[in-house]
């Protein structure tokens, strides 16, 4: 069998189902489970609407919902067609984290009915992970639930996305003697990832960092129609270069790509700093082939599993949201990002790093583990967590975890 064969064959069906805690067996169990014994535990619930979170799947079950507007390297394609991929996504969680996860894809593009719609499925989950949505819209939806929903609402393609570059350069630098605060950063690509990870670096120290689009440098100087950028232009490009990214990139000690195939030349990786860093993330071709940047490049990384250094989300997403449901979180915050990112960081041992060894394996347990201790104690620290008793619950998960 061909390997598309085997991947058909793969999703026939989908690749979930829905399996029961507890046998239902006789009329005893149908009793307790079913009529007329469960309108006591509905009852117990509309006494205190808390209790969902001990009498149903809510504690441990978020929703994956999309609207096929930006689906992979696919583009729009459909609510329909965007179902494998959340499918997946579903099959992650659980693989990794033992998070419950249902898949919701919606037949709509207009942000105020996904808002509408994702709050009216809300009681039913823990939280929120909002995927393949295109930007802008994407910003708004995400920010309109955070402030209107108490429970963790979540855009993997920004923030998991930036979680798992900061993990990643943190290493990097380390391994090339260099710091954040010092280094020059040009990030290409700036769409919904690409505005998340230059504002997760910034949060977490960089200062001279150029963001770069189609046409050059964001600048404070102009005003641009994209009301994202110009609120981003304020805070980055401190001496105010302009131009093309081959204008910008000279002297630059890092380059983070989440663009195009392509963009970056070899002529623009010798012009860097030395022993550079570079994150060439578009997928499935980056924007450098990095047999092309080998001869100059001190780290390279991209998306891609068949090369060292693979940025995958899968690094970040089920251990954030174990960590968030564990706790009880309401939101998942920048304090919490910030500890995800370190704790994948964390995973490598000082004495392992190397220039091909600068994220850990997704396979590996202890990134989960790490990410939700961080995340839960970065809940509990922030005030983000539900309660003083889940704010115990986030010291215990953090006490399981052995000290980095």
């Known amino acids: ?54 009498l149903t799947t809510k504690k441990n079950t978020i929703a994956v919902v999309s609207d096929g507007t930006a689906v992979l390297g696919l583009g729009d394609i459909g609510p329909e067609a965007a179902m494998p991929v959340m499918e997946g996504k579903a099959a992650l969680f659980k693989q990794f984290a033992g998070v419950d996860a249902v898949p919701i ?9 996904i808002i509408a719609v994702v709050k009216a499925l809300a009681p039913t989950f823990g939280g929120i992970n909002l995927e393949d949505i295109s930007s802008p819209r994407c ?3 995400e920010a309109r639930l955070r402030a209107e929903l108490d429970i963790p609402v979540f855009h993997d393609d920004q923030h998991g996305t930036a979680i798992v570059v900061l993990a990643g350069l943190l290493n990097a630098l380390k391994v090339c003697g260099k710091s954040i605060e010092e280094v020059k950063i040009v ?8 505005l998340s990870v230059s504002k997760m670096l910034l949060k977490a120290g960089a200062v001279n960092l150029i963001g770069v689009d189609r046409h050059g440098a964001l600048t404070r100087a102009e005003v641009y129609g994209n009301e994202h950028w110009n609120d981003f232009a304020r805070v980055s490009n401190p001496y105010l270069e302009e131009g093309t990214l081959s204008d910008v990139i000279a002297e630059a000690d890092v380059f983070v790509g989440v663009s195009a195939p392509n963009v970056l030349t070899q002529g623009d990786v010798r012009g860097m700093a030395q022993d550079p860093i570079v994150f060439a993330m578009a997928n499935p071709v980056p924007e450098i082939d990095p047999a092309l940047a080998a001869p100059y490049v001190r780290v390279m990384a991209t998306g891609r599993s068949d090369f060292p250094n693979q940025i995958n989300n899968v690094l970040c997403f089920p251990g ?7 706790c009880g979180a309401t939101d998942i915050n920048e304090e919490m990002k910030l500890a995800a990112a370190e704790a994948i960081s964390s995973v490598i041992d000082p004495a392992d790093l190397n220039e091909n060894y600068i994220v850990p394996d997704v ?28 704010r115990t619950e986030a010291a215990r998960i953090r006490s399981m975890v052995p000290a980095e």
Request: include cysteine; glycine fraction near 10%; aromatic fraction near 4%.
């Open 139 to 141: 910003f708004e939806i």
């Open 363 to 390: 396979f590996d347990p202890l990134v989960v583990e790490r990410v939700r201790a961080a995340v839960a104690e970065a809940a509990a620290r922030s005030g983000a967590a539900r309660s003083a008793a889940d």
């Open 187 to 194: 990030v290409n690509g700036m769409g919904a990832a690409g």
């Open 105 to 113: 894809c919606l037949d709509t593009k207009d942000t105020e009915e």
């Open 320 to 326: 954030i949201f174990r960590g968030a449901l564990d």
């Open 1 to 54: 069998m061909g390997l598309l064969e085997e991947i058909m064959d793969l999703h026939q069906g989908g690749k979930l189902e829905t399996l029961l805690k507890n046998p239902i067996r006789n009329k005893e169990d149908l009793a307790r489970v079913y009529t007329p014994g469960v309108a006591r535990v509905c009852e117990e619930i509309a006494r205190n609407q808390g209790k969902a979170y001990e």
